[in-house]
């Protein structure tokens, strides 16, 4: 097409031909706190599903910003990182979730991210959220949710299952707003099975670390009690996963044996060989 075609086109072009459809980013946002995996959910402030607990996220600003930065700026609305923050952030989309009935607004797409760093601060709740919290993902039940909402909210603007409380309760019950059950399972396992063939466990963790605490992350993403002698082995004996740095934890083992070395990540980007659950080492076999 020549240019001048080109430019009549586009002149004459008018969107409002298509129905509209428009995009959402979702936050699988997942740290360490108190050694247990959790997941930052935020407490709908409006309608719809008005009292719900969801993932954070909101609508792409269309043609002022892209799809990863528009997850950086929910991230950073509902903890407060600022740009040095968000660098320490291991950020990735996850996946697109675009059924017509999963919004009841209108034809909603929503492109999905995985986030994950260590001590992440405190949950604060955004301009449209009512309270936003650090939720243990071992107290979430995933399982009932359908890929797609299938009802509206209730009178009271809760689905079944969401439970009333200020911004420090906990309870969530069974259901999460829209199908971001069904997301955040999908981050979940996308997490777990990323710390199998990537050295991603040590984005949970600060710049050195030991190997215990590598261990406490891989068994708090994993739901699983590890052999630590044999995940010690395991870990040195992949090339480029950890590296030394030649110092000692500031404090000896609670059995008073001496000070654990300090590692830090190596320069591999997949881990071979692989560091399989255990579930999955006894069907390799």
């Known amino acids: 097409m020549a240019p001048q075609q080109e430019e009549d086109f586009l002149a004459a072009y008018d969107p409002r031909a298509f129905d509209p459809i ?4 979702d936050m699988v946002a997942l740290t360490l706190r108190a050694g247990a995996l959790h997941v930052l959910l935020v407490r709908r402030g409006g309608p719809p599903f008005q009292g719900a607990w969801a993932l954070p996220g909101g609508f792409v600003r269309a043609g002022r910003e892209s799809l990863d930065q528009a997850a950086a700026r929910e991230l950073a609305e509902e903890t407060g990182l600022d740009a040095a923050g ?7 989309q996850l996946g697109s979730y675009g059924h017509p009935g999963r919004d009841p607004r209108m034809h909603v797409v929503s492109v999905a991210h995985l986030a994950f760093a260590p ?3 405190d949950a604060r709740a955004g301009s449209d959220a009512a309270a936003a919290a650090w939720i243990p993902v071992a107290e979430l039940d995933l399982s009932r949710q359908p890929d797609a909402p299938t009802r509206r909210p209730n009178e009271q603007g809760r689905r079944p299952g969401a439970h009333g409380g200020g911004p420090g309760h906990r309870s969530v019950g069974t259901e999460l707003a829209f199908d971001h059950a069904r997301i955040l399972a ?8 990323k710390i199998e063939y990537t050295p991603l466990a040590t984005a949970f963790l600060g710049e050195h670390f030991t190997i215990s605490e590598l261990r406490a992350v891989y068994e708090a993403v994993w739901g699983a009690t590890l052999h630590a002698g044999n995940f010690h082995r395991k870990v040195l004996s992949v090339p480029g996963f950890v ?10 083992s609670v059995r008073g044996g ?17 560091l399989l659950r255990p579930d999955r080492e006894e069907t390799v076999r």
Do not use: C, F, I
């Open 119 to 121: 001590d992440l601060p």
């Open 258 to 274: 001496p000070r654990a070395r300090l590692y830090r990540a190596g320069d591999a980007r997949l881990l071979h060989p692989a």
């Open 186 to 193: 999908d981050g979940l396992d996308r997490a777990r099975s």
């Open 86 to 92: 968000l660098g320490r952030v291991h950020l990735e």
């Open 243 to 252: 590296e030394s740095t030649g110092g000692t934890a500031t404090h000896g």
């Open 22 to 25: 428009a995009v959402t980013v």
